[in-house]
């Protein structure tokens, strides 16, 4: 009997078994047999190590860790750091996980992983030149390493240098023709060079169908559209393929708000290793109400960008005897936007030059107590720096309409009862905060000049003029139907819409219309003006018509400060709801309709009405000083208590909260 207790003791043989349990995978019990172990050899380092690599295989990066490192006390190993790295960075810590690699480095300076490993941290820090060094390093030793060069074409990419981007990302599929990640970023390299015609056959044998539809929108190549639409809302992202950004999914018809917010899970997951990281800030730690509220705005917008017109107003109006200020700006630009925020006495932080970790450290160290985020997923977002959670109360608002999909990422997001019913709730991650009339604020001092001549921009002297100012990413087959349906029916009207960057989307729209049969002399196109010559411009419009299901923001508030009656289509998701806040806010809610054959009915009435339509603009003239769509000061009190009354909810227990926050509206 002893004998047979200490055969099975024995640690040569517990060794052995360990051993052999991890290469069947089964990580639990070869921990187990590990500890056993230990309790008689405490200082073999390797089976501090191998408990290690177990623990990091079941994502238990906090033992892992204290394994490693109890390994490494009792002998310097470069496998050794290299696990730990590997350890400190699957759990966000990119500083520990930096040195732990030029530990490993320093002791195996021929690592090709290790340097690829290192770089990839170096990459996260924006640290880019040592990043692509040490991408290279890992090239030299090992030629035939397709991952180097793919990593290497990444951060290419993100520096812009385009030309070597695609050299490296090719050269990394001649090593290997099914690398999908490759073949998604080269995808990505050649949109950037607007060879559509490799790019969309290489996203499509990879199943990268949301970007797919994304960047067919962009250039109204609507071939195939359907069934690219029916995979990307039906089939699970392929192994490999980065998932498109929510931003890119609500153009589509067939977005519902489920799948909005199950893309965003997913998207953030993906995309923020820092989900993973301890947050900075106590989750619901309570805050006091007692003096100041720090807010601050955290954007990349803080220059001329229709975010920053929109709010530039409500920043300039903060009380700020019981509210203070900062902006956190990762803006690449600066200009007289700019200088105007600065200048009002905002308090104004560049952390563009800061990694996320930098930057959320930054607002941390501010002590802020509200944190609102106005980029959510649009384009040049670092999210990366609220997964991090470097305030206690994270609110999503403007930037992005609709939800962040990930509860760290925001507690709570900005809206009214239009675009955010309260029967929607379960549909954001976020809880809802509304606004006692739209939540899209605007500034009332922007310029309203006189219209120019219809001859001084080129439009016929007579008949009616429809205007859709929004971005060409948001018309699709449907509205181009019910448009040409409505030009037909009023044969003295043109469509003005923005001109396009290339000459290929001019062709595409021609033909789309073509199709509709509606000429090319009917559809005009506005360039690009100044801010004040296109609000001039607008008042030469007698309708504009709104997309779906992507409805237009600024460019509707921009149109009913022009004096311009707007025709929305209202949808379930927040996007497709926008328009139809700012035009019951701004007293006209009689330009909504719920589908499809309203939209076309009610635009056939107004056309047919002339004496209706010009009571409109007459109306719409009128109500401009008095609506509450354009109150820049009582919005900005409406948000102040708004942001009172969710630092109080915030602190409220769960079981005594209510559905959703709101306040009354100031008078």
């Not at 991890?22 to 309790?39: C, E, H, P, T």
């Not at 770089?119 to 990043?131: G, M, Q």
């Not at 797919?212 to 699970?236: G, N, S, V, Y």
């Not at 153009?251 to 993906?270: K, L, N, S, V, W």
Request: aromatic share 10%; with cysteine.
């Amino acid at each position: 009997m002893n004998s047979f207790v200490n055969r099975n003791h024995d640690p040569a043989k517990l060794w052995e078994r360990a051993l052999g349990a991890f290469a069947n995978k089964d990580y639990g019990q070869s921990v187990k047999i590990l500890q056993s172990m230990l309790i008689q050899t405490p200082r073999f380092a390797e089976a501090h190590h191998l408990a290690g690599v177990c623990y990091l295989m079941q994502n238990k990066h906090v033992d892992a860790e204290r394994c490693i490192k109890k390994a490494l006390s009792f002998k310097k190993n470069a496998e050794f750091y290299a696990n730990l790295g590997l350890a400190l960075q699957q759990a966000g810590n990119a500083d520990g996980a930096a040195e732990a690699y030029r530990e490993s480095l320093a002791l195996d300076p021929s690592s090709f992983r290790i340097c690829n490993n290192l770089a990839n941290i170096y990459f996260k820090l924006n640290r880019y030149e040592e990043a692509i060094a040490l991408y290279r390093q890992a090239i030299s030793h090992q030629p035939d390493y397709a991952l180097a060069y793919k990593n290497l074409g990444s951060i290419l990419t993100r520096m812009h240098r385009y030309d070597e981007a695609e050299a490296a990302l090719k050269h990394a599929l001649t090593l290997d023709n099914s690398f999908i990640e490759a073949k998604d970023m080269l995808a990505e390299v050649l949109i950037k060079f607007e060879r559509y015609d490799e790019a969309f056959p290489l996203m499509r044998s990879i199943g990268a169908w949301g970007k797919l539809q994304f960047e067919k929108r962009k250039i109204i190549d609507w071939t195939d559209l359907p069934e690219i639409d029916h995979a990307c809302l039906t089939q699970p992202v392929p192994s490999g393929v980065a998932p498109a950004a929510p931003w890119c999914l609500i153009q589509m018809p067939g977005i519902t708000p489920d799948i909005e917010r199950r893309a965003g899970f997913d998207f953030a997951g993906h995309e923020f290793s820092e989900l993973k990281q301890p947050p900075l800030c106590t989750p619901r730690k309570p805050l006091s109400r007692a003096g100041k509220l720090r807010i601050g705005y955290l954007s990349a917008d803080f220059y001329e960008h229709a975010t920053t017109h929109l709010i530039a107003g409500v920043l300039e109006a903060h009380d700020r005897s019981a509210f203070e200020v900062t902006l956190f700006s990762y803006a690449s630009r600066h200009d007289e936007m700019t200088d105007r925020l600065v200048q009002s006495g905002l308090a104004f932080v560049d952390v563009s030059k800061m990694s996320d970790q930098v930057a959320a450290q930054t607002i941390f160290e501010h002590k802020v107590d509200v944190l609102v985020d106005l980029k959510g997923y649009t384009t040049g977002a670092r999210l990366g720096i609220t997964a991090l959670r470097p305030a206690p109360i994270i609110v999503s608002w403007l930037g992005y309409p609709g939800t962040l999909g990930h509860p760290r990422l925001a507690d709570y997001i900005i809206a009214d009862q239009i675009v955010a019913p309260i029967s929607h709730a379960e549909h954001y991650s976020e809880r809802i905060a509304l606004m006692p009339t739209c939540y899209q604020p605007n500034d009332r001092s922007r310029p309203l000049p006189p219209a120019p001549t219809r001859a001084d921009v080129g439009l016929p002297e007579k008949g009616l003029v429809f205007c859709s100012f929004n971005q060409i990413l948001k018309f699709n087959p449907e509205t181009f139907d019910l448009w040409s349906r409505l030009l037909r029916s009023a044969p003295d009207s043109v469509l003005w819409l923005l001109e396009p960057k290339l000459e290929r989307i001019r062709e595409n729209i021609a033909r789309e219309f073509a199709a509709r049969d509606i000429s090319a002399e009917r559809i005009h196109f506005a360039p690009f003006a100044s801010r004040a010559d296109h609000t001039a411009r607008l008042r030469l419009c007698d309708l504009a018509l709104d997309t779906y299901p992507y409805n237009s923001h600024t460019t509707a508030s921009d149109a009913l400060w022009a004096g311009v009656p707007l025709l929305t289509l209202s949808g379930d998701i927040f996007a497709s709801r926008v328009a139809g806040s700012l035009l019951t806010a701004h007293g006209f809610p009689e330009l909504i309709t719920h589908n499809e054959n309203e939209y076309i009915e009610l635009a056939l009435e107004i056309v047919t009405n002339r004496e209706r339509l010009a009571k409109l603009k007459v109306d719409m003239d009128r109500v401009r000083s008095s609506s509450p769509l354009f109150d820049t000061t009582r919005f900005t009190q409406d948000l102040e208590q708004l942001y009172r009354a969710i630092v109080d909810d915030h602190n409220t227990p769960d079981d005594r909260r209510g559905a959703y926050v709101s306040i009354q509206m100031q008078m």
